[in-house]
Every structure is written in structure tokens, then in C-alpha cells.
């Protein structure tokens, strides 16, 4: 029989993903030491009290029934925890869950846009940001985020046409994969915009605890007007290593919430209530186990962007979340083949900068997976590859 599938599943590719796995399994069976550094996969384990809170909630039989709603005592747990970790006041009608953030920035599209409808999205960007309105034939626009002007978006120079057709725009800081943050002076123009263009805002802060040299990760939720523009996702991923847990936060306006909810009772049942149960944990806390894993990643930060300067690799220190934005080593100029020829020589694997954009052209993601002696192995390892030496003409 002749499969037929649809236009928009033909478009899906795994692209350099599953090119750069299967490298990996290639020289893993050579006997090949991988240092793995291409997936946002935290390496921590979740703190003892959530995996207890899990554990003891998935031995009573009524916790295996459907959902269908959050907990009260999670609603709650939400509520009290954003005012105090970020001093903003959530009524119960203002936070929903769902499957990850990945999951409601693709379904999200649905409740907010029709086709042919435009979205303002981040170029480099994760690529959820983009999938999500194309899957619902919406217009993609993509606004740059250049390194001279610190990866920020120049709202005053998209277009006015563009900006009045918008139905939302996808904001996301601090960022993955660019690694910067933004100044508070960023989020009152963002609000003001939206005011102006009546663009509905999707804040993305998935990374809001991962930040380094003194820096306060905060919430697009603080700034005065926001909840008028918009929402926030806040994932208990990377801040609690919930990651297989896959439950995620949207917040803030209340009609957006409320309309993106009832979208997602078409098909979904709610989240497995042991999982409700462990988030509930997370967000109570202690978190003393936090604080501590963010020192390592900070550490883990400093080490393996100085070693990369040290051996010739001009890499900035990430502002914030858990990755690394690297600038491609002199004389090379295609990220693809440069992580082929990096896996290759050197057994790092890293992203290129082209899966998050044509502006990523030009850079490699790296995640802050492994520890420190684990990092300067894998510094140790680029230098002694010779690859950072290329000459001039060289393929």
C-alpha cells in the first residue's frame, strides 16, 4: 500500500540531529571517547523530596485516574511560590499546566491565531517558537537578534505593516540558544510595543534561575502592563530536573489562559497526578539543592568557556541558561560541517547555529552537561585535534 501523508508531516525533518546521532553511535562503536554536549538534557538529579513526593503519591491507587484538572494544592503551591520568587501575585484563573513548554508553545498557535495570520518569532530562536503557527498555516516573521545590538530585538525597526498584522509575538530571555539576558528597560519598551500593535506577548522563561555573575533572573510578569499583553511559560525543568516529568506552567492574562485551557481539554486528560504531586514538592521547596546546582552550572560555565579562550577558541561567558553560544573558530564558516569535523576529530559534539535560524549560521550551541573535569577533558581533546588550526584554503 501506498502511504499518503499530509503536506505538513512531509515537511518535518530531524535534519542535523539525527545526522550528528548517528555520527555519535558511529564512533562510539569504534571505541571513541563522545563528550555529548548537543542536548539540554540536565545531568542533576531531581531533589530527594520531589522524587519522594512522586513516589508516595504513585503508590495510591485514586492517583491513577484522569485528572482533568490541576490540584488545588498546586494551584496553590504556584501561586505562592511566584510572589515569592519573583513578587507577582497569580489568581488560580491565571495558571494552567501542560506537557512542557515545547507542548504549549506548539498548541498555543492554535488558540490565538488563524491561517495566514502573523507571528513575530526570534531569529536564532528554538525552534518550537517557529513550528508551533506554521503547523496552523499562520505567517512566520522572523525579527533579528544580532550581537551588535547584544542579541536584543530592535522593536522600532520592524516594519509598522508587520507589527499592526501580528497576533503574537514569542520572546524568550534569558535565551536559548544566544545565552544573553535583557535589562529591565527591554520589557517596559516590549509591553509598551505590544500596547501599541495590541501583539499578544508569549515570554518563554524556562531558564530564569540558570544565571551567572550576579545577575537576577526575573519574570516578564514583574513589569508593570504585562498580565494586560500577555503570558509567561515557567518550566520545572531545568530549575528542578523535572525534565521527564514534562510539566509546565503558563501564566499571567487571564483570557488568554482561559481560552488556551479550553482549548486542551479537546484532547487532554490533565497531568498524571503523581507528577502534580512532585511539582507540588518543587515549588514548596526546600530549595537549598537549587541554589547549589546553579553554583555548578556556573562553574561548569566559567570552565569551559575560559579553557575554550585558552586554546586559542574566542568564546564568550554565557549570560545565563544552561548552554554555550560559541562564534565559529577562525577559518571556518559552516556550522553543519564544522560539528561534523569537531565529532569527528575531537569526539565533541555540539549543535550548529543553523538549526536555530539562518542567523545562527556562523556559531555552535554547546550544553553544560558534564562536569568540570569532564569539560576540560573535552577542551583538552578540541586542542590536541589540531582543529582550531585550520590553514587558509584547507576543506
Not at 67 to 95: C, H
Not at 121 to 127: A, D, F, I, K, L
Not at 315 to 332: C, N, Q
Not at 358 to 370: P, S
Request: proline letters at 6%; aromatic letters at 12%; a negative charge.
Amino acid at each position: 500500500m501506498d502511504m499518503k501523508f499530509s503536506d505538513k508531516a512531509e515537511q518535518l525533518d530531524a535534519g542535523i540531529f539525527a545526522v550528528l546521532n548517528e555520527k555519535k553511535n558511529e564512533l562510539v562503536k569504534q571505541g571513541r571517547t563522545i563528550y555529548n554536549l548537543s542536548v539540554g538534557t540536565p545531568d542533576f538529579p531531581p531533589m530527594p523530596h520531589i522524587m519522594e513526593a512522586v513516589s508516595e503519591a504513585a503508590k495510591r491507587p485514586e492517583n491513577y485516574k484522569y485528572a482533568l484538572s490541576e490540584l488545588p494544592e498546586l494551584l496553590d503551591a504556584m501561586q505562592r511560590f511566584y510572589q515569592k520568587r519573583f513578587g507577582v501575585q497569580l489568581e488560580a484563573d491565571e495558571i494552567m499546566t501542560m506537557y512542557g513548554s515545547q507542548e504549549g508553545m506548539a498548541h498555543i498557535a492554535w488558540a490565538l491565531c488563524n491561517p495566514g495570520e502573523l507571528v513575530l518569532v526570534p531569529n536564532p530562536g528554538y525552534q518550537i517558537f517557529s513550528a508551533g503557527p506554521r503547523l496552523c498555516d499562520a505567517e512566520v516573521w522572523e525579527y533579528p537578534l544580532l550581537e551588535e545590538h547584544q542579541f536584543l530585538p530592535q522593536l522600532d525597526e520592524i516594519p509598522e505593516e508587520i507589527a499592526r498584522r501580528a497576533r503574537y509575538m514569542v520572546v524568550s530571555y534569558p535565551a536559548n540558544p544566544i545565552c544573553r539576558t535583557a535589562p529591565e528597560s527591554f520589557y517596559r519598551e516590549l509591553i509598551a510595543f505590544a500596547k501599541k500593535y495590541e501583539i499578544i506577548i508569549l515570554h518563554d522563561n524556562a531558564y530564569s534561575d540558570i544565571i551567572y555573575d550576579g545577575r537576577k533572573g526575573g519574570s516578564f510578569l514583574e513589569y508593570e502592563g504585562a498580565k494586560d499583553v500577555g503570558i509567561e511559560f515557567y518550566s520545572l525543568s531545568k530549575s528542578f530536573n523535572y525534565t521527564g516529568a514534562r510539566l509546565s506552567f503558563a501564566v499571567g492574562n487571564r483570557a488568554v489562559i482561559q481560552k488556551f485551557k479550553a482549548l486542551r481539554t479537546q484532547f487532554d486528560y490533565g497531568i498524571f497526578l503523581p507528577v502534580q504531586y512532585g511539582a507540588i514538592a518543587a515549588l514548596t521547596g526546600p530549595f537549598d539543592g537549587v541554589k547549589e546546582q546553579f553554583q555548578k552550572y556556573e562553574e561548569r560555565n566559567r570552565t569551559l568557556c575560559g579553557g575554550l579562550r585558552s586554546i586559542g577558541w574566542n568564546v564568550p561567558d554565557s549570560e545565563g541558561t544552561m548552554f554555550v553560544w560559541a562564534p565559529l573558530p577562525e577559518g571556518y564558516t559552516n556550522s553543519a560541517d564544522f560539528c561534523m569535523e569537531l565529532m569527528e576529530k575531537s569526539g565533541v559534539i555540539c549543535v550548529p547555529g543553523s538549526s536555530f535560524g539562518t542567523l545562527g549560521e556562523g556559531y555552535v550551541r554547546m550544553a553544560l552537561v558534564l562536569p568540570p573535569e569532564k569539560l576540560k577533558e573535552a577542551v583538552e581533546s578540541i586542542r590536541v585535534s589540531g582543529i582550531l588550526h585550520r590553514q587558509e584554503g584547507t576543506k
